[in-house]
Each structure stands twice: as C-alpha cells, then as structure tokens.
C-alpha cells in the first residue's frame, strides 16, 4: 500500500504540476492533501479545481479557514507576536485569493474538515481542533506526544510548518509532509510524503521556480514581491512596509 499527503500547495500550479508528474512515477494507492491550497500563489482557483476534480480527501488549513471563517485570522493575529504589519499583508493576500475563489470554491472548502482519520494514520494541518498553531519541527519529544497522540494512531502526519521530517516518538511516529510551495528549509524544492507499506519517504521535487515568479509577478496578486521573495529564498521572510 502506497499513500501520499500532499500539503501546503498555496496555489502554486507549476509545483504542483511537478509533483502530480512524480505522483505518476511512485504511483501512489491513496492521495490526500493537507490543506493551506490557495494562498500566496498565482493560480489559486485552478488549484482547487484541480484538488476538487481529482476527489483527494483532505484536511483545512489555516489559509483555507480564512476564507471559510474570516474572523479566525483576527483571532489569531490578537494573540500572535508578529508586527501588525504582517497581518496586514496576509489580509491584502487573502482578500485577493478569496476573490479569485469565488463563494462556490469558498463553500466547496468550508467542507473540508479539521482532521482526517485512516485505519492507521491521522492527518491534520497543524494540530488537531487547530489549523493555526502547531509545533515546530524542533519540537521535544514530549511535546509531539502531547499534541498528537489522543488521535490515538500509530502514524501522525501535518503540514503548515513549511519544513519536512520523519520522528518516531515513543510509539507513534510524527511526520511533517512539507510544503508544494513556500518551502522555509532552504531547499526550493516541492515537497511531499510518500508512505510506502508504512515506510516514510519525504519526496522532493525541482520545478521552475521563476516560472511561478513570473506568473506571481503578473497575476494582480498583492505582495507578490513577497511571496516570489519567499520562493526564491526557501525560508520565512517578512512583508516589505
């Protein structure tokens, strides 16, 4: 049995191109995604037509929330540590992105939910009951095993970190797919997870990254110097302004 968890795309067509390409090599038995679709890329309606249209299960993210539950994103920012500037540019992108996505779309993802759960796995964006705040791929031992393990399965798989890796903790097994797009580990490559008879395996993927640049350039998309500046440096970077 071969599964793959794709999350994190961000409306990022031509890494998610890639990865599909790959997807047709490893050949996968079950596909799904871990959410955050839209946001930050230059394609954001295609990408989700292309999730619909494929039928992958899948889980919400925090930039999927925004849309499906506006006030979610003022909820966390009153309690984030982060410049206002910073939410202010996340506010300009998202309502563009949900513009693009139409209320169809935005509906289509208010069914999307908090977690999915397998016979031996359970995903999540980012915590359970929680796709805004998880822990970092720096995380102690005892932490992951507090977070993950009342969804009560031997493999744990989320995303919205932005950074991949593999940690067994006790019994269970915690593992960050990575991100399509936006990677933050300094690796510009696509990201995602392949279980192969359970055996994890974090696939990379090369794509053109200045091909999304350019597409990000011209798309209308607000800050897109910011999230090129993202691509281009596979790492967190702050909003000019």
Request: glycine content about 8%; some cysteine.
């Amino acid at each position: 049995m071969r599964i793959a968890i794709l999350s994190d795309i961000h409306g990022n067509s031509v890494a998610f191109e890639a990865v599909l390409a790959d997807l047709r090599h490893t050949s996968p038995d079950l596909i799904l995604h871990g959410g955050d679709l839209a946001d930050g890329g230059s394609r954001p309606a295609e990408i989700v037509d292309r999730i619909r249209d494929l039928g992958w299960p899948g889980v919400l993210g925090n930039t999927d929330e925004t849309h499906t539950r506006p006030e979610s994103l003022d909820e966390f920012a009153g309690r984030s540590s982060a410049p206002p500037s910073l939410w202010a540019a996340v506010r300009e992108v998202a309502a563009w992105t949900g513009a693009m996505l139409g209320e169809e779309r935005i509906a289509w993802m208010r069914g999307l939910p908090l977690a999915c759960i397998q016979d031996s796995f359970a995903l999540v964006h980012a915590t359970p009951g929680d796709p805004w705040k998880s822990p970092w791929a720096d995380a102690s031992d005892a932490e992951l095993q507090s977070v993950y393990s009342p969804l009560g399965k031997p493999v744990v798989i989320y995303g919205h970190i932005h950074r991949p890796f593999v940690r067994t903790v006790g019994e269970m097994t915690v593992i960050n797919a990575g991100s399509v797009s936006q990677s933050f580990d300094g690796d510009r490559r696509a990201s995602y997870l392949l279980l192969d008879d359970w055996k994890p395996a974090i696939r990379r993927v090369e794509y053109d990254v200045d091909k999304e640049i350019a597409a990000l350039m011209s798309s209308g998309l607000p800050r897109a110097e910011w999230m090129a500046d993202i691509l281009r440096s596979a790492g967190p970077r702050m909003p000019a302004g």
